[in-house]
């Protein structure tokens, strides 16, 4: 279930970071992506500049990012479970088998 209509906004995916992403990734992520996207640059983008703050104040605080995971989880859950799946199913496997 994908919420299109919703206001939920997926920071991970703003981010380019996986839901399991450790703090530094992400945090590693902001900086690139905004260092790209900020207002001043060329390629600069105000709106998307600020839904990338947002996605990092969230994120990188531990108890936002707690809350804002279990509502993630409600909605994009049976996805969420899918993908981890087919990671460890990556993880088990060889590439040279």
């Not at 919703?6 to 590693?28: C, G, M, N, T, W």
């Not at 996805?79 to 199913?89: G, T």
Request: hydrophobic share 30%.
């Amino acid at each position: 279930m994908y919420p299109w209509n919703s206001s939920f906004k997926d920071y991970y995916r703003l981010l380019q970071v996986h839901p399991e992403a450790d703090p530094v990734v992400i945090s590693a992520s902001y900086y690139a992506l905004i260092k790209k996207y900020h207002p001043d640059k060329p390629l600069g983008h105000n709106q998307y500049a600020t839904l990338l703050n947002e996605a990092y104040e969230v994120l990188s605080c531990p108890q936002k990012r707690q809350d804002y995971h279990q509502e993630y989880i409600k909605i994009y859950g049976s996805s969420f479970q899918n993908l981890s799946a087919v990671s460890e199913k990556k993880e088990n496997s060889s590439y040279l088998s």
